[in-house]
């Protein structure tokens, strides 16, 4: 390491000009479009990709690091110079990432996060090394923060061992439950439109099967794709105070964070995971973006696992989070609330849809054949009963689902109709509190509470449902006796 | 804090203090300008769109026709009801803040996590000698409105002051 600090690997500059150079094609491609001519576009390329390639290069000769005792520094000496400390003491992450070009070049990329809310979702530094370079450089830093060393999980004797068919499970059952629904739904159709080509019923349309298909890949095939390349040899540990997850089938994440960093615990099940009798561990933490984009996500330190091993988790992994609970359903006031907003609001729905009912009614009377043609001119009607039936589920969901738990050091709020989630907080990580009353929850004497806390995602609010006011208002208040007595 | 500071904060904020009358003047503003916005929008779309003149339109121009009723209703009586119902309170521990037309809202914000304060006024506010605080805090803002800039200035000078005496105390 020469006195100016440590070069990051040359792969950056590959990387960089990459990533720049596809931006600027996109840029041209949309803008000009067919108004230039290959050769133009061809030159304008191998321009634009000597000057990003003489630019990132100065960018990495003139871009120094140096880890010292207490911080770590990076330092850029270009014409926006850049000079960047991040003492240890503010970290709260040190995680390693691998992509493809990672891989190929032997690196990997250090990603350092400090507990912020603000550039939340993007690490401080990213700083690519070799590989085994990045392993000690991690080590290293880790022991200045967490005054302990990375696990090997290979040495390590994991809680709960993921095996494939878990990540797969986690993939096609953690999918939002409406999104499930609609992609199952254009795979339906697909499969039907296909049977009525093949026998024969109807001439193959423009691309009518390719459509729904294309539907069921976005809604539901994709995101169950993307979480089990993601999630895929997912290993979860925790060593000390500090929790260390590794996972990721293209790119390799190795994430670790204090447990002191972690504002709130969510469990959460979709309604198909609910029938396997699965749920996944949310932990929100603060600080550990990485600049692919998933520090957008919360990281999980569970994936979907059987309710028995959910709880094991829980207690082996964040037991600071478990306390004993005595949850309150929502009360008669919040029945009647929601009982008068489901009639509004179906009232409103039926009110809304009988004049177009009236019109399809009168259109569509006679097109068709068969059960489709018998149906078709009750189309809407259908729909608005369904809605109908949707809202008054949505009703006796809630009423049974939602919990509030005021404990001493901890609260929890329980949400959800389809994909249902328990969210357990800290009181003294809680920014601010709101509690809200609209005219029908003012008349049946209820209320409802927002909590705004940070998260990985810079801040998030979790919302209860609707209880008294004083059982809401005391959130705030424990809050501020717990500030009040930290401050003495 | 020392304990004169906190004695001196509190006996000046026990109770909830109210706006002063010109914020509804304010809104009144506000609310005349955005009015007279969405009506010449209504008026356009009126006369310019032709669909709109045929039959089956009817309905839903009656419908909008409502809204705009509805909505110039809430424009005139909704100033006085946020005027009488806006409460703040600034202790040494918290800023509360109670307000609504029809959905009404406490929100609580711990003075231990409150990062940042700031005054911010508006052209008509600024014309009215009110301003805004926004007290920011890692996760979200609060904001005590249409404050006479005086108040809003004191407002900023002891939330500073309570921040910083906190700090020290932490030292």
């Keep these: ?488 | 804090m020392n304990m004169e500071t906190s004695e001196i904060a509190d006996a000046e904020t026990e109770d909830y203090r109210r706006l002063n009358r010109k914020c509804m003047l304010s809104m009144y503003i506000n609310n005349g300008i955005v009015y007279a916005v969405v009506l010449t929008v209504f008026l356009l779309l009126l006369n310019f769109v032709p669909t709109a003149r045929e039959p089956g339109a009817s309905p839903i121009i009656m419908l909008a026709a409502a809204g705009m009723v509805l909505l110039l209703i809430y424009f005139v009586v909704g100033p006085r009801i946020y005027y009488d119902r806006y409460r703040y309170m600034i202790t040494a521990d918290k800023v509360d803040v109670r307000y609504g037309i029809i959905i009404l809202r406490h929100i609580l914000v711990p003075i231990e996590r409150v990062h940042q304060v700031e005054v911010s006024r508006g052209p008509v506010n600024n014309m009215l000698g009110l301003a805004n605080v926004n007290i920011t805090t890692a996760g979200g803002v609060a904001t005590i409105s249409y404050l006479e800039i005086d108040e809003a200035e004191k407002i900023v000078e002891r939330l500073t002051e309570l921040i910083n005496s906190m700090l020290r105390g932490r030292e």
């Excluded at chain 1, 993307?226 to 040899?233: C, L, N």
């Design chain 1, 1 to 488: 390491m020469s006195e100016q600090g440590l070069r990051l690997h040359p792969i950056i500059i590959v990387e960089n000009t990459i990533r720049t150079a596809i931006a600027l094609l996109i840029i041209i491609f949309f803008t000009a479009g067919e108004s230039l001519d290959m050769l133009i576009i061809a030159g304008l390329a191998a321009a634009a990709l000597v000057v990003l390639l003489v630019f990132y290069y100065r960018q990495w000769k003139l871009t120094f690091v140096r880890f010292g005792e207490t911080d770590i520094v990076v330092e850029r000496k270009t014409l926006f110079k850049l000079k960047k400390t991040i003492p240890y003491s503010r970290i709260a992450s040190v995680n390693l990432n691998r992509g493809v070009l990672n891989r190929l070049s032997g690196t990997s990329k250090l990603l350092v996060n400090i507990n912020s809310g603000y550039n939340a979702i993007k690490p401080e530094a990213s700083l690519t090394f070799e590989q085994h370079f990045a392993d000690r450089l991690r080590n290293d830093i880790s022991r200045h923060v967490y005054s302990d060393e990375m696990p090997s999980f290979e040495e390590v004797e994991q809680v709960v061992r993921f095996t494939t068919m878990d990540v797969i499970l986690h993939g096609l059952f953690s999918v939002p439950t409406q999104q499930s629904i609609i992609g199952a739904f254009f795979l339906l159709n697909s499969i039907v439109e296909q049977y009525r080509v093949a026998v024969g019923e109807v001439d193959a349309g423009p691309g009518g099967v390719l459509i729904s298909l294309l539907m069921f890949f976005i809604f539901l095939a994709l995101p169950a794709i993307r979480h089990m390349i993601y999630y895929y040899g997912f290993k979860v540990h925790r060593q000390g105070d500090t929790i260390f997850l590794e996972h990721g089938l293209i790119r390799t994440y190795k994430t670790s964070f204090r447990i002191s960093r972690i504002n709130a615990i969510r469990v959460k099940n979709t309604l198909f995971s609910r029938l396997l009798r699965r749920s996944s561990i949310e932990a929100e933490v603060v600080g550990i973006g990485s600049d692919d984009g998933s520090g957008n996500t919360r990281p999980l330190i569970s994936l979907l696992a059987s309710d028995t091993t959910t709880q094991s988790l829980l207690q082996e992994l964040v037991p600071e989070f478990i306390y004993e609970r005595q949850t309150e359903k929502q009360p008669a006031g919040a029945r009647r609330v929601l009982v008068v907003k489901g009639i509004v609001a179906s009232a409103a729905i039926i009110a809304a849809m009988a004049y177009p009912s009236l019109l399809a009614y009168r259109g569509l009377s006679g097109e068709g054949s068969g059960i489709v043609g018998a149906l078709l001119p009750y189309a809407l009607p259908i729909v608005t009963a369904l809605v109908v039936l949707a809202i008054a589920y949505s009703v006796s969901v809630s009423l049974r689902v939602r919990e509030v738990d005021t404990g001493e050091e901890l609260f929890t709020f329980v949400n959800g109709i389809l994909d249902r989630e328990m969210v357990i907080m800290s009181y003294d990580r809680v920014q601010m509190v709101h509690v809200v009353r609209g005219p029908l929850a003012r008349h049946f004497d209820v209320s409802s509470a927002k909590v705004f806390m940070l998260s990985s995602t810079g801040t998030s609010s979790i919302s209860s449902g609707l209880f008294s006011e004083e059982r809401l208002e005391r959130i705030g208040d424990i809050v501020m006796e717990r500030a009040a007595a930290m401050k003495h």
